[in-house]
């Protein structure tokens, strides 16, 4: 599987490392071929909140500005793209097909050629334009995931918390994990937590 991860300068770099460090470790010896670009702004929220060189975790890394990437043209057949964290401004530009950056352009190819692209969303509350702007994307057949994680499988750490995001947004590109518990049900119809919701004992 060839994969372009995009990160663009939403908060939420952390979700971005977690993702990195999974692609770069079990994701390549499963043979995912991974290749990032990151926006401007991204640099300098990673900065921000976390401070490490994203460079160490070993993965390719493309300059925002090299539209000479190869999954810059539609021709080099990648087969998804995940951005992760997704800003409102980088959803805006791929919604209306502004190849301004690497990240747009590669979102717009993976748009233009009918795969898979999967947007990561981070802001909060929406305005009416974050809404229109993930129906335009939706329509187009990407899907707009927002970062939230979740808690019913009891994440201990703040890794285990991004964990329940990155995990979703894999799943949604096909890449095979096992970062989260899944959710199997209740292990036993009598759980207390089941108990009296038919009004009896
Ligand atoms: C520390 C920091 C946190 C930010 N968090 C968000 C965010 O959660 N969501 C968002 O849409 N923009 C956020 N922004 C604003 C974006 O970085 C800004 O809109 C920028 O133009 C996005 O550029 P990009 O889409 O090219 O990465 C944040 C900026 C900074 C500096």
């Known amino acids: 599987?060839?994969?372009?991860?995009?990160i663009s300068g939403a908060s939420g770099?952390?979700?971005a490392q977690r993702a990195m460090?999974?692609?770069a470790g079990?994701?390549?010896?499963?043979?995912?071929?991974?290749d990032v670009v990151f926006?401007?702004?991204?640099?300098?929220v990673w900065q921000h909140e976390i401070g490490t060189n994203p460079a160490d975790l070993g993965l390719r890394i493309w300059p925002a500005g090299d539209m000479t990437?190869?999954?810059?043209?539609?021709?080099?057949?990648?087969?998804a793209m995940l951005v992760i964290p997704c800003s409102a401004g980088a959803m805006a530009r791929i919604a209306h097909g502004i190849s301004a950056d690497l990240l747009g352009r590669a979102a717009d190819v993976m748009l233009k050629e009918r795969r898979p692209l999967v947007l990561v969303l981070r802001e909060t509350p929406f305005s009416l334009i974050h809404l229109r702007n993930m129906e335009a994307v939706t329509m187009a057949g990407g899907i707009v995931m927002p970062a939230a994680p979740s808690f019913y499988s009891r994440p201990k750490t703040?890794?285990?918390?991004?964990?329940?995001?990155?995990?979703r947004a894999f799943d949604r590109v096909g890449i095979a994990n096992e970062l989260v518990r899944r959710w199997t049900g209740l292990t036993e119809p009598n759980e207390p937590s089941r108990k009296n919701e038919d009004g009896d004992d």
Do not use: C, H, N, W
């Open 158 to 167: 703040i890794e285990a918390l991004l964990d329940t995001v990155v995990a």
């Open 26 to 34: 079990p994701g390549r010896a499963a043979g995912i071929e991974t």
């Open 21 to 23: 460090s999974f692609l």
């Open 39 to 44: 926006t401007k702004t991204a640099r300098v």
């Open 69 to 79: 990437a190869p999954f810059a043209s539609g021709s080099s057949q990648y087969d």
């Open 1 to 6: 599987m060839k994969l372009i991860l995009g």
């Open 13 to 15: 770099a952390p979700y």
